[in-house]
C-alpha cells in the first residue's frame, strides 16, 4: 500500500513566485513505474510543471534539503505535514491509492502492524512516531482522491483535470492586461458552455487589429483544461501560404493526440486521419485567422470530427466565410469605446491609467484619432512613451497632415521613429520572416551586420513584433505596412530593396531589371498563380545567369527556392547571407568561389562552396 500526494503551482515564473506546477511523490517501488508514471504523464499532457522526486533530484544533492526546497517552492504541497503550512497559498491532495480513508485515519490492519514495528525500532524516540501517527491522521481527514473500484486511467484524468482547473485563476494575471475582456467574455463565454453536448463552433468576426486573436487565446487559457485535448491554429493565413495545408494538419493531430510526430502526405489523408482519430475525443480547437473556406474544410470539415462535448473557436475577417462554413454563432467584435481606448493608451504610453499632467488634451485627441483600434492604441502608445510633449505634438501634426489611410498612418509614425538598422529588421521580418525561427533569423540578420539580437529586443519594446514559441510574429496590419513601404518604393520591381514573390522575383531575375536599390531577393513561398498556370515561367524552368545580379551591388540577401545547382541532382534551396561574397555574386566577372547555404528547408543548413568558372567568364554558367 501507499500514499502519494500532489502538489502545484504555476508555470515557472518569478511573477508568481511558484518553480513548479506539482509536486509528485510517493513511497514504494509498486506504483514507481505504473500509477505514478501514468500520473506524471497525465499532468504534463495537460501543461503542468511537474517536480517528481525520482527524477528531478540532482545528483550528488542531499536528497532531504533539496526535496523540501522543491516542496516549499511548489503551490500545492505534498503529505509532509511539517511543510503543509510553509505557505499559506500551498495545498494539500491526498491520494489514496488501494487503501481506505478509514484505515488511514484510525491506522488499523497494515498501518497498525507498520506503527508497532516503528515503535519497537524507534523506542528511545518515541515522539517521532507519534508524529507520523499525527500525520497519517491529518492527511485522512483531507479531501482527496480514492480509486476504489475505479478505472486508474478515469482516476488519474480526474486528478489531472483537478489540478488543472486549480491553476486557472493564474490567468487572470494575463486577463487584466487586456482592456474590456471581462464584458466580452462575459458574452461569448456562454456560446461555449460546457453544459452543451453537441459539437459547437463558434466564430468571431471583425476588421484587423481589433483583438480577434488575444480574445481566442485568453479563452483558451481559461477552459482548454476542460478537454481531453487542445490545440491553437495560430494565423492560418499566414502558414497556409507559406506552407501546405498539411503542416496544420500535422499540428492540430500533434497537439489533440499528444503525438510526437505525424505523418500526412496530402490533405486528402490529412482529412481521413482527423476525421477517424478525434471522432470520439473530447477536443478545443482554435483555428486562427482564416481566409479561405477551404482551411476550414480540410481542418474542421464536419462536426462528426470530433467527439461529443467538443467546442471549436473560429476568428477570421470574412464574416460570409464563417457564416457558409455553418458555425453556430458569429460574435462580432467591434471597436473599443473611448474609456476603454484611453485606458489601453495610457497602460502603454505612461505605464498607468491615466495621463501624466500637461498630456491630457493630446492623450485625449490621439486616442480619437486611433478610433477605437486596440492594435493602432498599442502601437502609437508604445512610440510615444517616455517622449516630450513637443514630441508628441509633432506626432500628432504628422497623423493630421496624411489622411490616405489613417490606421496605418498611425502605425506607420512608429515605424518612421526606429533608427536605420531596426527599419530594416522591421521590414525584413514583414517581407521574409513572420512566422520563422527566432535563432535561424538572427543567424542570418548577423551576416548582414543588422546587430539583430538588440535590434529585435527594441522592436518588441515598441509592440512591433512579439515572440512565441521562439518565432517572431507581427500582426498582419503591421505585416502589411511594412510590405507596402516597399512597393511604394518605385512602380518597377526591379528598383524595390526588397522581393518575396515568387512571380516578382522570376520577372528580375529573368528581365535581368535588377538595380542597385535591390537589397534582399528572399522567396517566401510559391505563388498560387505560378502553381496553377503551367505557361507562367517559375524559378523551377528559368535559367539563371549571373548577369541577372550584375547591377545589384547591393544585394546582401538571396534565398531562391527550386533553383538548380552543379553540387545537387535535385532542386535545393539557395540561401545567400554574407554581405562580401554576395558583392562577388554581383560582380559578373569575378564570381569565382562564392560561399553559399543549402538545405531543403527554413530549419537545416550547410555551408558549400560554389566555383563559376576559372576564367570569370559567366556566359553559359547557370546555377
Keep these: 500500500m501507499s500514499i502519494q500526494g500532489v502538489s502545484s503551482s504555476v508555470v515557472p515564473s518569478p511573477h508568481f513566485g511558484w518553480t513548479y506546477d506539482v509536486f509528485l511523490s510517493f513511497r514504494g517501488e509498486d506504483t514507481r513505474q505504473s500509477f505514478t508514471d501514468h500520473l506524471y504523464a ?18 550528488g544533492k542531499s536528497i532531504r534539503p533539496e526535496l523540501f526546497k522543491a516542496i516549499e517552492e511548489s503551490r500545492f504541497s505534498i503529505i509532509i505535514v511539517e511543510h503543509k503550512y510553509v505557505s499559506d497559498q500551498q495545498m494539500v491532495f491526498p491520494i489514496f491509492y488501494d487503501v481506505n480513508p478509514t484505515v488511514v485515519r484510525k491506522q488499523i490492519d497494515d498501518f497498525q502492524k507498520a506503527f508497532g514495528q516503528h515503535e519497537n525500532a524507534f523506542r528511545g524516540n518515541i515522539e517521532k512516531v507519534q508524529k507520523w501517527r499525527k500525520a497519517l491522521n491529518e492527511v485522512a481527514n483531507i479531501s482527496g482522491w480514492e480509486l476504489k473500484d475505479k478505472s486508474e486511467s478515469e482516476f488519474i484524468e480526474d486528478i489531472a483535470m483537478k489540478i488543472s482547473s486549480k491553476l486557472i485563476p493564474n490567468i487572470f494575471e494575463t486577463q487584466k492586461k487586456v482592456v474590456g475582456i471581462n464584458s466580452l467574455l462575459d458574452e461569448l463565454m456562454p456560446l461555449l458552455d460546457k453544459r452543451f453536448d453537441d459539437v459547437r463552433i463558434v466564430g468571431i468576426w471583425g476588421m484587423g487589429g481589433l483583438g480577434k486573436t488575444t480574445i481566442a487565446r485568453v479563452i483558451y487559457d481559461l477552459i482548454s483544461w476542460q478537454f481531453e485535448g487542445s490545440s491553437f491554429l495560430v494565423d492560418v493565413r499566414e502558414n497556409s501560404e507559406n506552407g501546405s495545408m498539411t503542416t496544420l494538419q500535422k499540428q492540430l493531430l500533434c497537439e489533440l493526440l499528444d503525438l510526437t510526430n505525424c505523418n500526412i502526405w496530402n490533405v486528402h489523408e490529412g482529412i481521413k486521419m482527423i476525421r477517424s482519430r478525434l471522432c470520439r475525443k ?16 480540410y481542418l474542421v470539415g464536419n462536426r462528426d470530427w470530433f467527439g461529443s462535448g467538443s467546442k471549436v473557436l473560429i476568428t477570421s475577417r470574412d464574416k460570409h466565410l464563417l457564416k457558409t462554413h455553418g458555425v453556430d454563432k458569429v460574435f462580432e467584435l467591434g471597436k473599443l469605446n473611448f474609456d476603454e481606448s484611453r485606458l489601453l493608451f495610457c497602460m502603454k504610453s505612461f505605464k498607468s491609467h491615466d495621463p501624466m499632467e500637461g498630456y491630457e488634451s493630446l492623450s485625449k485627441l490621439l486616442v480619437e484619432y486611433a478610433d477605437g483600434l486596440p492594435l493602432a492604441l498599442i502601437v502609437l502608445g508604445s512610440f510615444l512613451y517616455d517622449k516630450t510633449i513637443e514630441e508628441w505634438e509633432s506626432a500628432l501634426e504628422r497623423l493630421k497632415s496624411d489622411s490616405e489611410d489613417k490606421i496605418l498612418n498611425v502605425l506607420k509614425i512608429s515605424f518612421d521613429g526606429l533608427q536605420k538598422k531596426e527599419k530594416k529588421i522591421f521590414l525584413d521580418v514583414a517581407c521574409f520572416f513572420k512566422g520563422k525561427d527566432k535563432d535561424y533569423v538572427v543567424k542570418i540578420l548577423e551576416g548582414c551586420d543588422f546587430n539583430p539580437v538588440i535590434g529585435i529586443c527594441i522592436l518588441i519594446d515598441k509592440s512591433l513584433i512579439s515572440i512565441e514559441n521562439n518565432k517572431l510574429w507581427m500582426h498582419d496590419l503591421l505585416q502589411e505596412m511594412g ?38 531577393i528572399y522567396m517566401t513561398s510559391r505563388s498560387k498563380i505560378l502553381a496553377e498556370d503551367e505557361h507562367v515561367p517559375t524559378l523551377a524552368n528559368t535559367k539563371l545567369r549571373a548577369k541577372a545580379f550584375s547591377k545589384m551591388i547591393n544585394l546582401r540577401l538571396l534565398k531562391i527556392r527550386d533553383t538548380e545547382l552543379p553540387e545537387a541532382t535535385t532542386p535545393l534551396l539557395l540561401v545567400v547571407a554574407a554581405p562580401h561574397t554576395i558583392h562577388a555574386v554581383a560582380a559578373p566577372h569575378t564570381v569565382h568561389a562564392v560561399r553559399i547555404l543549402l538545405s531543403k528547408n527554413d530549419d537545416e543548413e550547410v555551408g558549400a562552396e560554389f566555383s563559376e568558372g576559372e576564367d570569370g567568364d559567366d556566359e553559359g554558367d547557370e546555377y
Design 42 to 59: 497525465a499532468l504534463k499532457r495537460k501543461g503542468i510543471f511537474v517536480f517528481r522526486d525520482d527524477n528531478e533530484l540532482k545528483r
Design 282 to 297: 473530447k477536443v478545443f480547437l482554435v483555428i486562427d485567422d482564416v481566409v479561405e473556406l477551404k482551411q476550414l474544410e
Design 483 to 520: 510590405r507596402q513601404i516597399v512597393m511604394r518604393e518605385s512602380e518597377k520591381l526591379g528598383k524595390r530593396n526588397r522581393l518575396w514573390k515568387e512571380e516578382d522575383i522570376c520577372r528580375v531575375l529573368s528581365e535581368k531589371t535588377g538595380c542597385k536599390a535591390v537589397e534582399a
